[in-house]
């Protein structure tokens, strides 16, 4: 943060708010500037280096546990590259591998996570490479396909893709996108960011580990001193829920904004070691990424923000009447929705002590994700 960003801050803060900006917590978004993260940023230039050298790099796989920084690192150092390399600024000039003179070489980020199918990819590929914007409809898979192609007809024009969250919950695989990359694979370099390496994977490899306790520390506090009036999350309290979280920055990041809207809601003037176990408990154990959450389509969205606003959560049929009776969805679909979000693991059906009248326990479904966080950033700087 810089000194203009402090003064404005404080400019802009009553003594009696204790969030003065919520969207730093939100765990799905990331800083402009990585925390603690040097060396391994170092790999990743030494992968990418030969774009310093006017060559496109090759693909490469970068991958880790679940909140270690893999996606904040990547957007942040391709948007860095893009502003050097990019269309927009095309400073300097790189050749494909075939070593035809190019003027420009692209650095795109995808979210897997909202590109399930290859229609979706493609979509949101192209609409990050061109400037006109891309029809969602009237337009089919094997059009944008060729669109994708037409991109790089000409030599002068290359790119390096990351697609993040490769192979998670139906995001697609790596077998997947080389296929997909495949008609121009001389001119785009892929990076497939996620928890593994794909199989049979051939080209360089970056693992992203997780978090030091001090660096999780580090960035609790970063982001609660853009986030918090002053002093509002003790040291202390940060390296409490760092140790925790057992370097997964996405729980840690969970439990400290929940903590911060109960001591909110409550109007107390910082963050109580009560607010910290409560953050911590509303933060599941192996639970979803509140990504996964914030991706899925508006109407599940708005299906788990009124389950949530149920309490306690009814068996699913009850459940189901209940939202339908709140919303312009009709009970059948509602069931649907969430016989659908357990399947992917967003809920859990929990059976209930009670029977149906026919001697089967009813389930009710339970939420896997932060939902303090998902209520509070839900449509709010969700990432696109």
Excluded: C
Aim: proline share 6%; net charge negative; glycine share 6%.
């Amino acid at each position: 943060m810089n000194l203009e960003e402090r003064i404005a801050r404080r400019q802009a803060t009553r003594d009696d708010d204790l969030l003065v900006d919520r969207r730093p917590l939100n765990p799905a978004v990331h800083l402009a500037e990585p925390v603690g993260r040097g060396t391994v940023l170092e790999r990743l230039l030494d992968v990418f280096d030969p774009v310093f050298d006017r060559r496109l790099p090759p693909d490469a796989a970068v991958y880790g546990p679940k909140g270690a920084g893999k996606s904040a690192l990547v957007s942040a150092l391709f948007a860095r590259l893009n502003d050097q390399f990019g269309r927009r600024e095309g400073r300097l000039g790189t050749t494909t591998r075939a070593g035809t003179a190019t003027d420009t070489v692209e650095f795109v980020h995808v979210d897997g996570y909202r590109a399930e199918s290859e229609f979706q990819f493609l979509h949101r590929l192209l609409d990050a490479l061109v400037d006109e914007s891309v029809p969602r409809r009237g337009i089919g898979t094997e059009r944008l396909r060729e669109q994708f192609v037409e991109r790089f007809a000409s030599p002068t024009r290359s790119a390096v893709v990351a697609v993040d969250h490769a192979a998670s919950e139906n995001s697609p695989s790596g077998s997947q996108l080389r296929e997909w990359f495949a008609p121009v694979a001389d001119d785009v370099a892929l990076v497939v960011v996620g928890r593994s390496v794909p199989d049979d994977w051939d080209a360089p490899t970056v693992h992203v580990p997780a978090y030091r306790q001090h660096a999780l520390v580090d960035i609790l506090t970063e982001r609660a001193s853009r986030a918090l009036s002053s002093n509002a999350l003790r040291h202390g309290q940060a390296r409490r829920v760092a140790e925790w979280a057992s370097g997964d920055a996405h729980d840690a990041l969970a439990a400290v904004a929940s903590a911060a809207e109960l001591a909110d809601a409550d109007g107390a003037d910082r963050i109580r070691a009560s607010d910290v176990d409560a953050g911590i408990e509303d933060v599941r154990d192996g639970g979803v990424h509140l990504g996964r959450v914030f991706a899925l389509p508006e109407n599940r969205r708005k299906v788990l923000s009124e389950l949530l606003a149920l309490d306690p959560t009814p068996p699913i049929d009850d459940a189901a009447s209940a939202i339908a009776d709140r919303s312009d969805l009709s009970a059948g679909t509602v069931k649907r929705f969430l016989y659908e979000l357990a399947e992917r693991g967003v809920l859990e059906r929990v059976e209930t002590d009670a029977t149906d009248g026919s001697g089967r326990r009813p389930s009710r479904p339970e939420p896997q994700f932060p939902t303090l966080p998902f209520r509070h950033f839900d449509g709010d700087a969700r990432p696109e």
